[in-house]
């Protein structure tokens, strides 16, 4: 019974390796990308990583009514269902953790609910990470 369970352990591990065989047709695929055949010229640097304020320090704003900038990271998820920002920036939460409560042009009630239109807070608010190159071009100035 021992030799037939080795003869067939045995045969089972050779039909393993039976449909791996080289293929004989070693001709390169040719694959081409939409931009077509160019070649990468350079290698870019990775992104800097972005340094957030220390808590209490906050960035001017550059003209008025400017909506404030947010002094961390601004991927707190926002849903139908729940906005992320308002765990730390709701009425009866934001002096417990020290935030900046809602503003009371975003609300619609004396309880603090947030209206509509301003629930989704990073439409306007931004993160103000001190970047150490620049995403996108800016020619704005102050005057």
Request: contains cysteine.
């Amino acid at each position: 019974m021992k030799k037939l369970l080795s003869v067939a352990a045995i045969l089972l591990s050779l039909s393993a390796y039976s449909g791996q065989q080289a293929v004989a047709d070693n001709t390169p695929v040719k694959v081409e990308s939409r931009v077509g055949n160019v070649a990468i010229t350079d290698n870019s640097p990775a992104d800097a990583i972005a340094t957030y304020p220390t808590r209490g320090k906050a960035i001017a704003r550059s003209f008025a009514e400017q909506p404030p900038l947010i002094p961390h990271k601004d991927s707190y998820s926002i849903t139908t269902d729940k906005n992320g920002c308002l765990t730390c920036h709701s009425w009866d939460k934001a002096k417990r953790m020290k935030a900046t409560p809602v503003a009371k042009s975003h609300v619609v009630d004396d309880k603090g609910t947030v209206n509509g239109m301003n629930y989704f807070c990073v439409q306007c608010h931004v993160a103000q990470a001190d970047n150490k190159q620049e995403l996108v071009e800016n020619t704005f100035t102050t005057k």
